[in-house]
């Protein structure tokens, strides 16, 4: 009988002090693992979200360059000298001729000029448009025009962006790869962009076929 006495007496006794202190110990351990994790989630998630939308901005800019690119023109500068093609090809940069559509255009034929910039705070892919006059000799007026950012933070995933022409330099030359194209008497019959980003992979090459139709009447 004491001895029930006894057991009943220590379970209405409740926890002790050091007990209480151990349990809140451990509870607040897990609450620290509780957050820590639940940040660890939500900065994995957000740095996936980040890769996905910059992804989805390059993308973006791969179709319209497509679009874009596929309406190159073979125009020739009526006031030029040899009435030279008006298409200069570089590694980071191109100049071309082509209709653009109504959105940033009104209509007929632009000077074009896509250019990847180098900033302080990283890389920038702008565009240029003008539109045509018959008096022009070259592209240099583009240079007043109001640029257009077609991707700016979105590249910060890139390593570099270049460009590449495929023809005859000459029409007695064999049809080749270059990283420049200057020719005056002939058009690169293929554009390729290369991409590759901060973690060295490689998006795959994209080409485009420019517009070779016969120019516009004089």
């Known amino acids: 009988m004491r001895r029930q006495n006894r057991s009943i007496a220590w379970a209405q006794q409740g926890f002790t002090l050091l007990e209480l202190l ?3 110990t451990l509870l607040g351990l897990i609450l620290v693992l509780l957050f820590g994790g639940l940040r660890l989630s939500v900065r994995s998630w957000d740095s996936v979200q980040k890769k996905v939308d910059n992804l989805n901005s390059v993308r973006s800019v791969e179709s319209f360059l497509r679009r874009e690119m ?5 125009y020739r500068w009526k006031a030029a000298p040899a009435q030279r ?4 090809g570089e590694r980071n940069k191109v100049n ?5 559509p109504s959105r940033i255009g009104s209509g007929g034929l632009y000077a074009v000029a896509l250019e990847l910039e180098q900033t302080g705070n990283g890389r920038r892919l702008t565009w240029r448009h003008l539109p045509l006059d018959p008096q ?3 592209f240099s007026a583009l240079g007043a025009t109001k640029e257009i950012v ?3 933070t979105e590249l910060s995933a890139v390593d570099d962006i270049w460009l590449t022409y495929f023809g005859r330099e000459t029409e007695s030359a064999a049809p080749r790869w270059v990283d ?3 020719s005056t008497v002939t058009m690169p019959q293929l554009i390729r962009i290369q991409v590759r980003f901060a973690d060295g992979s ?5 080409v485009v076929a420019p517009m070779l139709t016969s120019e516009a009447p004089r």
């Open 180 to 182: 420049r194209w200057d």
């Open 96 to 100: 071309f001729v082509a209709p653009l």
């Open 85 to 88: 093609f008006a298409f200069v």
């Open 22 to 24: 151990i349990s809140l």
């Open 150 to 152: 077609l991707a700016g």
């Open 70 to 74: 596929e309406q190159i023109y073979p």
């Open 202 to 206: 490689e998006w795959p090459d994209f």
């Open 136 to 138: 022009m000799q070259d």
